[in-house]
């Protein structure tokens, strides 16, 4: 599996992560196939996808509650744990009740990267970010960043924290390019802000011509289109986290993790006919 600076600290990430979003339910907890999406998050780790991507937002809190579960089993210092906080909870009064609580969930005293969810509507991006730098300071979390930020709020963003933001965690996949083709990538580049996509596989909905696509690729590479999928992501210099829970899909998008496509596949995956 290939790795990738996170921002510009000494943290290399696999490019394959895995995202926990409907594990133990989506808007509401659903506790019935608790024990397979534990064994789902042990398997990926084995498979080195050791990043796991989740928020209290998910199963209305259930979700961290199975990461802490299949935790205990991997062993913490094996992963890599990114959560985010919600943004009605960004007064740094609720900030602290809620990373507390996530961290009750997971069983752990720190995560590695604490994300803001979505800009807030109500509280400032120069307060948002004051409370993120607090809870850096206080080792809740050892890195911060922000996801679903404009290329305009993470320049905000940038400009009041202290600390690095050193991720952006926006939709990005070869079926929504809006990451780049608003700037958003190109700005993470220049300021070492690590882009991570979220539904890198669009959640499996692409156009009929994309797919061709990728299928013809992934002929003349001998590998399965939704790898080709990853892979583009990668190419571009983004971290992928997509969520898998079946054998397959979890041994398919790990795979993904070393392909390596060459500009004439980019090129031929871009092109327009
Ligand atoms: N920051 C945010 O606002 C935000 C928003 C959305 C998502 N996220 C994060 O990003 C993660 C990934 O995004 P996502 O869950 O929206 O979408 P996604 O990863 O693009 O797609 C997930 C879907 O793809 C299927 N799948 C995975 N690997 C496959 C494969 N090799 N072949 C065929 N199907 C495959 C999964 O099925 P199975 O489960 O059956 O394997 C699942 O139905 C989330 O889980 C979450 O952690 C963050």
Not at 122 to 129: A, G, K, L, N, S
Not at 248 to 273: P, V
Request: glycine fraction near 6%; hydrophobic fraction near 40%; proline fraction near 2%.
């Amino acid at each position: 599996m290939k790795k990738m600076r996170l921002g510009n600290t000494d943290e290399f990430l696999p490019v394959i992560g895995i995202g926990t979003w409907g594990m133990g339910g989506k808007f509401e907890a659903d506790r019935s196939r608790d024990q397979d999406f534990v064994n789902s998050l042990i398997r990926a780790v084995d498979l080195g996808m050791t990043h796991i991507d989740t928020a209290e937002f998910y199963g209305a809190g259930h979700t961290e509650e199975i990461v802490g579960k299949a935790l205990k089993e991997i062993g913490r210092e094996r992963v890599f744990i990114t959560s985010k906080i919600w943004p009605d909870h960004l007064k740094l009064k609720n900030a602290v009740k809620s990373i507390e609580t996530t961290l009750k969930k997971l069983g752990t005293d720190h995560v590695d990267l604490y994300l803001v969810h979505w800009p807030s509507s109500v509280i400032t991006v120069e307060e948002t970010v004051e409370t993120m730098n607090k809870l850096l300071e206080k080792g809740y979390t050892r890195y911060i960043g922000v996801s679903n930020f404009s290329k305009a709020q993470l320049e905000e963003a940038i400009k009041f924290s202290e600390a690095p933001i050193v991720c952006d965690q926006v939709r990005f996949n070869i079926q929504d390019r809006s990451a780049e083709e608003n700037g958003l990538l190109d700005f993470c580049r220049k300021h070492a802000v690590t882009l991570t996509a979220y539904s890198p596989l669009n959640r499996m909905e692409f156009d009929f011509a994309v797919k061709k696509k990728l299928e013809e690729i992934a002929r003349r590479r001998n590998a399965i289109w939704t790898q080709i999928a990853l892979a583009w992501v990668v190419k571009k210099g983004a971290l992928a986290i997509p969520k898998a829970t079946s054998e397959k899909h979890l041994k398919e998008n790990a795979r993904a993790g070393d392909l390596d496509l060459s500009n004439e596949d980019m090129k031929y995956l871009e092109s327009t006919h």
